[in-house]
């Protein structure tokens, strides 16, 4: 199959956009989402060569997303690395919301969350995406799941 002409995947990407935003704001937060989007869009076309099906570009541009946003979550925890000891903690309200418990996720446990409840993917879907098994990803689900709750419940205290 002829690879995919400049023209049709700018036109499909931009189609594509929003959701893509979406996605990646669920992992990397609103601020780095364009940033993200904008880095999957520069890695998709230059590797347009390698989208075998365009059929699959849509499946295509969101691995590309979530392995971006996992680059992202290696450089903030390298840049994370060198904040002193407390200081994240000391500048954070008391008030924990949901979204922070999130955030405080490992990254792939919050990829497989934010990927099934937040976006709809189905298991198996996930784990097409992240390369896990189903059995893998509804094992991650049901960990994190009571990993948010007990974080949710300490937090009330």
């Known amino acids: 199959m002829a690879p995919m002409a400049a023209e049709i995947f700018d036109a499909r990407f931009g189609e594509a956009r929003g959701r893509l935003i ?26 347009l060569h390698q989208l075998n099906d365009e059929r699959t570009l849509d499946a295509w541009l969101n691995r590309i997303a979530v ?15 060198n904040v002193p000891e407390g200081a994240v903690d000391r500048a954070r309200s008391r008030d924990l919301d949901l979204r922070d418990l999130i955030e405080a996720l490992p990254p792939r446990d919050r990829t497989v969350l934010v990927l099934h409840y937040g976006h709809g993917y189905a298991l198996h879907e996930v784990g097409q995406l992240l390369g896990l098994s189903h059995t893998n990803v509804r094992s991650i689900i049901a960990r994190t799941r009571q990993r948010l709750f007990r974080a949710w419940k300490e937090a009330e205290r």
């Open 22 to 47: 979406g996605l990646c704001s669920s992992f990397v937060g609103r601020v780095d989402a364009d940033d993200a989007v904008q880095d999957v869009y520069l890695l998709a076309r230059t590797r």
């Open 67 to 81: 392995n971006v946003c996992f680059t992202y979550h290696r450089r903030r925890k390298r840049l994370a690395a």
